[in-house]
């Protein structure tokens, strides 16, 4: 059921440099691959998780406990990597049937590709309502490990799904994505390297096909994921790099937990294109400033190639469209399945702004001709059920003179003190 709750932004107007610090969520990315490795080894441990702490995680957790558990049906709730990690956890572990489903958009998010490279090697798994997406019904198996052919075009997680099973596979398996192309690539090569930390050795050979080496060494001292930690999220750091490309010049912002460089794929990217509208990164003591060191002269038409840091386009699409920067951002199709669809969901609601985005089958565009304005005395934007559309859309509050955001709670899916971090800029009243 939707919440009827929403939140009425507008902004704290000031055209003196604002200098803030953000408190971003643990990076859920390198968080979820450690538990779902933490599982495999019989090492998952009960734990008090933190305030603060993303809903995948805690959805991830909570179900990779009920399989250890032994129950009969799981639900991930709306958690796409908890779907596609448990679901492969399962295949290989269980032994007895298990039904696994989810909520929200999770049934209608296409899980065929992971499905069929296990379904390869033994595993049995039936789809229970659609061919192609969950519920599925999983049950215990004989695995060949002959090796297998993966489609991993609409997302990593596919093929990270499979590097993890690393603890089980024999030395010598291998997984061949040549024939199509590999979506959100650095994401994939952050678990190789998070595997690697723990002795799990991948190597690709030629580019896209991964084989597995073997395990070398012991654990990394033994720890849990949960007792390590991990650095803070990247792609939670797109918004504020988003909300500082709109503040006044000299502007700053701090974000401690954040390294450089980083095992997620994002920071490298989200560095690289907000330079281009001039926010400077630095490192710190305890993370990164970021700093709105100039304004830069505005871009003909902007132009970058998502396919590798898809999580970062509502952020760069907010940022943008604020500065009333024509762009096109290409490599995007795989949006259409995340927890909305990402491309359609800026097109509607930016309609409601006066925007008028473009869409393609790769491509996501704005001429830069259709202004920016708030249509009524506070235009009702929807994030679709989507943590990052909701997040994205409330940074334009700083460009029109009142918002009002459904579901403004959906922000915990990843970032859940979202909103007490915009505070200072944005103003929240509560309908």
């Known amino acids: 059921m939707k919440s009827t709750s929403s939140l009425t932004l507008s902004y704290r107007e000031s055209t003196a440099p604002l200098h803030l610090r953000w408190t971003l969520p643990p990076s859920k990315s390198l968080w979820a691959r450690a538990l779902l490795l933490d599982a495999l080894r019989g090492k998952l441990p009960h734990f008090d998780f933190a305030e603060g702490t993303p809903q995948d995680i805690l959805a991830l957790h909570a179900a990779l406990h009920a399989c250890q558990e032994g129950a009969e049906e799981i639900n991930v709730s709306e958690s796409g990597t908890a779907m596609r990690f448990v679901c492969a956890y399962l295949a290989v572990t269980t ?182 509208l001039g926010i400077q990164t630095e490192k710190t003591k305890d993370g990164i400033r970021i700093t709105h060191s100039k304004e830069e002269a505005k871009h003909t038409h902007f132009t970058a190639h998502m396919s590798d840091c898809p999580d970062l386009v509502p952020a760069i699409v907010a940022a943008l469209v604020g500065r009333g920067e024509a762009f096109t951002l290409s490599g995007v199709a795989h949006l259409r399945i995340k927890e909305s669809d990402r491309l359609q969901a800026l097109a509607d609601e930016l309609t409601k702004l006066g925007v008028k985005l473009t869409l393609g089958p790769d491509s996501l565009s704005w001429d830069g001709k259709t202004p920016l304005t708030a249509h009524g005395s506070a235009p009702t934007l929807s994030p679709h059920g989507d943590h990052r559309i909701a997040m994205a859309l409330a940074l334009l509050a700083l460009r029109v003179p009142k918002l009002r955001m459904q579901e403004p709670e959906v922000v915990a899916k990843s970032f859940p003190r979202f909103w007490q971090e915009v505070a200072p800029c944005i103003m929240q009243q509560t309908e």
């Open 95 to 276: 032994q007895h049937p298990v039904r696994l489903s989810g909520t929200g958009r999770q049934h209608e998010r296409p899980i065929a590709p992971l499905v069929e490279a296990l379904r390869s090697q033994g595993a049995k798994i039936t789809y229970l309502n659609h061919e192609g997406y969950p519920p599925l019904l999983i049950e215990p198996s004989t695995f060949t490990w002959q090796g297998c052919e993966l489609d991993a075009s609409s997302s990593s997680q596919y093929l990270s799904a499979l590097l993890l099973l690393a603890p089980t596979l024999p030395v010598g398996f291998e997984v061949d994505t040549r024939r199509y192309s590999l979506a959100s690539r650095p994401y994939a090569l952050m678990t190789i390297a998070q595997l690697r930390e723990q002795g799990f050795i991948w190597e690709e050979a030629p580019s896209g096909l991964f084989c597995y080496r073997g395990k070398r060494g012991e654990d990394s001292q033994g720890t849990s994921t949960l007792d390590r930690g991990y650095e803070s999220d990247w792609s939670a750091a797109s918004y504020a790099y988003a909300l500082l490309s709109l503040l006044p010049v000299g502007s700053t912002i701090e974000l401690s937990g954040l390294t450089l460089p980083s095992l997620q794929g994002d920071a490298a990217y989200l560095v690289q294109l907000f330079a281009q």
